[in-house]
């Protein structure tokens, strides 16, 4: 088990007129090597929850476990962070050396690795993210356009060889083809790890091309959680908690409200395609 | 409105290493017009962007607003109230710590007395739906409300045209929709020109004319229906046709009679329910 919580509630400012619950018996099991995809409009604890996975926060009440570490004031946070990688929005902010190999490097350099070691840590690093080392190793990390910074910035967090790799809106402000392609090294450095990955999305098509489970998050607590399939299915649900099923999952729910009997569960057009001829199929052989 | 002509732009233009950002581009905004500009990373969107309010200055070429040459340096100031531009980072755009004084700043930097400012601010406020916001900090606010107030502080200056970078990047599925339908509604109720930037194909569907930039240049554009029949050409630019409508050609090509230019749910629900 990776990640156990158990009753988790989360106050920020406890006791003040700013006291806000951001969390509120949150209960949730991530397996080993699983794929999660985290979605909820903004404000629905996402990102408060992920900061407690690497002990960021602590929760105000209930349990957390992260890879057998108890997530408490007394835990040794040092050792947590080393086994999960956290990975915020716009990670490429925070690039800072002088070469893209030296900030990648930085983070294993930090645990105090022989530069030998961290430099080899960062080469892999790299490669996992499908940059050319020749082309950018020694160019500054500020020169790269924004969607090989963002790697970049991704590939320092993989120097620190986690466990557990999470990820808040990876892809936000990245165009198409940088989307994917992005998402296809996620999905790739995953099968070669075997990490525990969590991506973080306001996407639901995105994440659902890569996700084994969709935790759906809403007002701080779980709102519903499923294979992608599942939670596509309760499209109308998703919709009254402010998110953006996709345009395919609309379509499906619109011809059911015209009174067609037509699965709602599609993931991509190949499936709505399957689904409308097997909608017609079946009207031809009523008629 | 706004007419380009012939333009080109180099940035390190001095440079042997210059990199060559827009080439020969030509085109004409009419007034009142909602043009979305989609094209991917490095195809010279932002940069066409800057060209319209004078923000960059074409080394060849030249470009026109309403009339005035944008690398007139008497006109600057009045191009520059003329064509507004909002950018990706709301965060980026505000400064003040209260909204309306985030507002009044562009009119009190132009030196209007204070009635015509507090007007100006509750108007602008209003025309994004944001008047009840008027005094909450602007940090505490969503992103797509922030947005918003950026917007907002733009109108302040009463322009004839808006140019949006990407303004909805930085956004949740929410706040994306805010913002698009409050430039919407812009445009259609108060006649304002708009130039929207944006990977979405989803929000370009709206527009009356697409632009299409690839290594740049405009290499298609179109009505959004004309554009989007386009998939081959589009997938070969690496850009995407909005979901609905990649069913409907693939839907076409298993023998339903579809249209091949349905561009959102409701067409499509429609048109399979004939």
Sequence with gaps: MSITAKDLTHTYSPGTTWEATALKDVNLTIDDGEIIGLIGHTGSGKSTLIQHFNGLLRPTSGALTVQGIEVTAHANLRKLRQKVGLVFQYPEHQLFEETVLADVAFGP???????????????????????ELDQVKDRSPFELSGGQMRRVAIAGVLAMEPEVLILDEPTAGLDPKSRNELMEHLRRIHKERDLTLVIVSHSMEEVA?????????????????????QVFSRGEELRAIGLDVPPLTKLMLALQRQGVDVATDVLNVQEARAAIQQWRKGENTNV | MIKVENVSYYYQAGDEKRIQALKDVDMTIEEGEFVAIIGHNGSGKSTLAK???????????????????????????????????????????????????????????????????????EQSLSQVDMLAFRRHAPHLLSGGQKQRIAIAGILAMRPKCLVLDEPTAMLDPRGRREVLETVRRLNREDGMTVLWITHHMDEAVHAHRVL????????????????????????????????????????AQDGYSLPQDILTVEEMVKALCR
């Design chain 1, 109 to 131: 350099k930090n645990l105090g690795l022989p530069q030998e070691d961290s430099l080899r840590r960062a080469q892999t690093a790299l490669a996992a993210v499908g940059l």
């Design chain 1, 209 to 229: 091309a890569v996700a084994h489970r969709l935790l759906v998050m809403d007002k701080g607590s779980i709102f519903t959680q499923g294979t992608p399939r």
């Design chain 2, 51 to 121: 060209l319209f309010n004078g923000l960059l200055i074409p080394q060849e070429g030249r470009v026109l607003v309403q009339g005035q040459a944008t690398n007139d340096e008497d006109q600057y100031w009045s191009i520059r109230q003329q064509v507004g531009m909002v950018f990706q980072n709301p965060d980026n755009q505000l400064i003040a710590t209260v909204v309306e004084e985030d507002v009044a700043f562009g009119p009190e930097n132009l030196g209007l007395p204070s009635e015509e400012i507090l007007e100006r601010v």
């Design chain 2, 212 to 251: 299409v930039m690839e290594g740049g240049s405009v290499v298609l554009q179109g009505t959004p229906r004309q554009v989007f029949r386009q998939s081959q050409q589009l997938q070969q630019l690496n850009l995407d046709v909005p979901a609905v409508t990649r069913l409907g050609q693939v839907l």
